[in-house]
């Protein structure tokens, strides 16, 4: 008895070594935070009940990679695609903006980055890793068909050769090869700018900056400032609903309007798809302090920000990323300190 509680203890603590790396891949999968990490959660179950038929012909890395990937292949069997607001719809001016929400299903979901991206000490490898967790990337990805997304996301950003992808998938290394071709067209045809936006690991001193310039420009709902931060073409999301800005003038206009109770609001720093973010607190006028709100996800290119992407839902987002449910404001603290 003691020698099987052993073998089951050392088994969990092998599989468990791979979850934050199936993560990301199911994550790049899906598009989805929850349903990749039901995704592994099945994955490593199966692995776990099914074990003693595991013969060791493949490594226990690629086992567990192919049992990931026929459970999304099953998840995407539905045909459901992630997408961004921008997917959708044309972007509205301001005049005609209006909150309209849209199933959670709908939209491609943030992540945050220690439950996607393992460590890595090569520089250059960390750098693919992080590209490819990144909104627009994300998006991309959910436009290709389930298999040549699995082709394209083992070859292109966890390197895996040809051989080993057609092991895993069970066909041809002609098939991979081309199917990963085919994906590679479809991500050209899109030319989407932000896939390219780079930002530094670590921040260099300029973002670095201009992040601290960011959060004191929106605690402080300067919107002068703010507009001198966002680039010309700066683009403005705010899933579950489907509206989309574009420039500072409208992307101010709002937060003036239809979003000036985030007026107050105070912002902690998160790691989120590769980028910086930020998680919002708005005021609680009936509890006081700061309640959730969304958890940003900023994207910038030199020197401005391009991307401004609000997720909206304090009941999934805040705790996923670990985050307190309530913040206490400054006459809170002084009380306590009493």
């Known amino acids: 008895m003691g020698n099987g509680t052993t073998a089951t203890t050392g088994l969990d603590e092998r599989l468990e070594e791979y979850r934050v790396e199936l993560t990301g891949y199911c994550y790049r999968m899906l598009g989805s935070s929850f349903e990749a990490e039901d995704a592994v959660q099945d994955t490593l179950v199966r692995a776990w009940r099914s074990y003693d038929k595991f013969e060791g012909r493949s490594s226990l890395r690629s086992w567990l990679y192919r049992i990931a990937t026929n459970v999304c292949l099953d998840m995407l069997a539905a045909g459901n695609k992630r997408a961004r607001p921008m997917d959708l719809t044309e972007s509205t001016p301001l005049a005609r903006a209006a909150l309209s929400p849209r199933p959670d299903h709908t939209w491609l979901e943030p992540m945050p980055d220690a439950r996607v991206l393992p460590p890595v000490e090569d520089p250059a490898e960390a750098a693919v890793t992080r590209d490819s967790v990144r909104l627009a990337f994300m998006a991309a990805l959910q436009q290709l068909p389930p298999k040549q997304r699995a082709v394209l996301i083992l070859r292109e950003v ?174 809170d603290q002084t009380k306590e300190g009493v």
């Open 158 to 331: 966890l390197a895996w050769r040809a051989s080993e992808v057609a092991e895993l998938l069970g066909t041809s290394v002609a098939s991979v090869n081309s199917a990963l071709q085919r994906a590679r067209a479809t991500l050209a045809e899109r030319g989407d700018k932000a896939v390219e936006a780079a930002v530094s690991d670590p921040l260099d001193e300029a973002q670095r900056r201009l992040l601290e310039r960011y959060v004191k420009a929106f605690e402080g709902y300067d919107m002068a400032e703010l507009t001198a931060l966002l680039h010309e073409d700066a683009v403005m999301t705010m899933p579950p609903f489907d509206l989309w800005l574009t420039g500072p003038s409208d992307i101010t206009g709002f937060m003036t309007t239809l979003g000036a109770a985030c007026a107050g609001s105070r912002l902690l720093p998160v790691l989120a798809n590769g980028m910086p973010g930020f998680a919002q607190y708005k005021p609680d006028p009936d509890n006081g302090g700061f309640t959730p709100w969304a958890v940003q996800v900023l994207e910038t290119s030199e020197g401005r920000i391009t991307g401004f992407h609000c997720f909206l839902d304090t009941q999934r987002w805040f705790p996923l990323f670990g985050l307190p449910l309530h913040l206490e404001g400054e006459a």
